[in-house]
């Protein structure tokens, strides 16, 4: 369960190979999109706050529900 939970959070985090096979923009994902606020001269900070916390919430919802499930499976590692 753990190995799962920790592989669907390094896949959602995954910025290089998306960024290489998805150009259209409707087809980025959240996380790729938050970088489309950072302009060559300047940055517009409350789009892009507002785009990583909307990027966060699955991930913390993921981690929420299984909280337990994963430091079990860090504590049974650990002690092996």
Avoid: C, H
């Amino acid at each position: 369960m753990t190995v799962m939970i920790l592989d669907v959070l390094w896949i959602w985090n995954d910025y290089l190979l998306p960024s290489l096979i998805l150009l259209s923009p409707p087809e980025r994902t959240l996380p790729l999109s938050t970088y489309s606020f950072f302009n060559e001269y300047s940055v517009d900070y409350a789009p892009l706050m507002a785009g990583i916390v909307l990027s966060l919430l699955p991930v913390l919802v993921v981690y929420l529900i299984a909280q337990r499930q994963i430091i079990e499976g860090i504590v049974k590692g650990a002690i092996k």
